[in-house]
């Protein structure tokens, strides 16, 4: 594909919903797995 510097930026939301326990009230608390791409240079972005 033919992509230039800095113009694209592809996001997306990964996998099913996850979940972490909060150990100190017991809480479930749903999390999500945000994924951006900067397809000219590869790098990737992920945050939880």
């Known amino acids: 594909m ?3 510097i800095g113009i694209i930026t592809e996001i997306d939301w990964n996998g099913p919903t996850m979940k972490i326990l909060n150990e100190e009230t017991g809480e479930i608390i ?4 945000f994924v951006a791409t900067l397809p000219y240079s ?6 939880y």
């Open 42 to 47: 590869h790098y990737l972005y992920v945050e």
């Open 30 to 33: 749903p999390v999500y797995l």
């Open 2 to 4: 033919d992509r230039k």
